[in-house]
């Protein structure tokens, strides 16, 4: 299984942008499906997560950023508005993903390779 993301890049304070994730693979199903993020020096943490149906979001992105999944396609988006310095930080995308195994049928975590988001003016 992958997960590739894209929609990073440079923009202004109060900008947006728009980060997708697609899983790929010998996918059964995929549960969650979440976002996170780690700045130099910080740890990582979590951005926001769907699973059934429902989202939630970090405090700090709360009102700005909106989490969005498409399940036919296995993807799932992250749109960023009113962005700030210090969202800048690398986005990574996380899913819970069921795949087939010989015992039958295994749950695991999978991450992307990140894509970078730098507000600056």
């Known amino acids: 299984v992958q997960l590739v993301e894209s929609g990073g890049g440079l923009v202004q304070p109060g900008g947006s942008l728009r980060l997708s994730c697609a899983a790929s693979?010998?996918?059964?199903?995929?549960?969650?499906m979440a976002w996170y993020r780690q700045a130099p020096g910080e740890e990582r943490e979590l951005v926001a997560i769907t699973s059934a149906g429902s989202s939630n979001y970090a405090g700090s992105v709360k009102g700005r950023f909106t989490i969005s999944r498409d399940n036919a396609n296995n993807a799932v988006y992250l749109q960023m508005n009113s962005l700030k310095p210090e969202d800048t930080a690398a986005y990574y995308c996380?899913?819970?993903?069921?795949?087939?195994?010989?015992?039958?049928?295994?749950?695991?975590?999978?991450w992307g390779q990140g894509t970078q988001v730098t507000v600056s003016s």
């Open positions: 693979g010998s996918i059964v199903s995929i549960s969650a």
């Open positions: 996380n899913a819970a993903v069921r795949v087939a195994t010989i015992e039958g049928t295994r749950q695991f975590q999978y």
